[in-house]
């Protein structure tokens, strides 16, 4: 089976767990569908940020640390836009579940 072209995005040479899953062979496969939501319990979403904009449903809570935006970045950041990370299934679309059990130090 042959692969298709590793992401152009920024990041993605550092992001050495998506060579562990075999990603460049898996969305050979597929890249996932909108019609699939990924549910991430976290502290909220950055709805404006360049990687999420226009991928989540509902109103998520704004971000106040970074890290609901980093977690659902890499489950589905837009990926192959020359920016930031690719994202697992690019195709998704994303659910925020904010929880109150997360802060500034997890």
């Given at each position: 089976?042959?692969?298709?072209?590793?992401?152009n995005d920024v990041?993605?040479?550092?992001?050495?767990?998506?060579?562990?899953?075999?990603?460049?062979?898996?969305?050979?496969?597929?890249?996932?569908?909108p019609?699939?939501?990924i549910?991430?319990?976290?502290?909220?979403?950055?709805?404006?940020?360049e990687?999420?904009?226009?991928?989540?449903?509902?109103?998520?809570?704004?971000?106040?640390?970074?890290?609901?935006?980093g977690?659902a970045?890499?489950?589905g950041?837009a990926?192959?836009?020359?920016?930031?990370?690719a994202?697992?299934?690019?195709l998704?679309?994303?659910?925020?579940?904010?929880?109150?059990?997360?802060?500034?130090?997890?």
């Amino acid at each position: 089976r042959q692969t298709i072209d590793a992401p152009n995005d920024v990041y993605y040479a550092n992001q050495w767990n998506l060579a562990k899953l075999l990603m460049t062979q898996a969305w050979d496969i597929s890249k996932g569908t909108p019609a699939v939501t990924i549910a991430v319990l976290d502290t909220g979403i950055d709805v404006v940020h360049e990687e999420m904009a226009g991928r989540f449903s509902g109103s998520p809570a704004p971000d106040d640390n970074g890290h609901g935006t980093g977690v659902a970045g890499v489950a589905g950041a837009a990926t192959a836009n020359a920016k930031g990370v690719a994202g697992i299934c690019q195709l998704c679309t994303h659910q925020l579940l904010q929880s109150a059990q997360f802060d500034r130090v997890g």
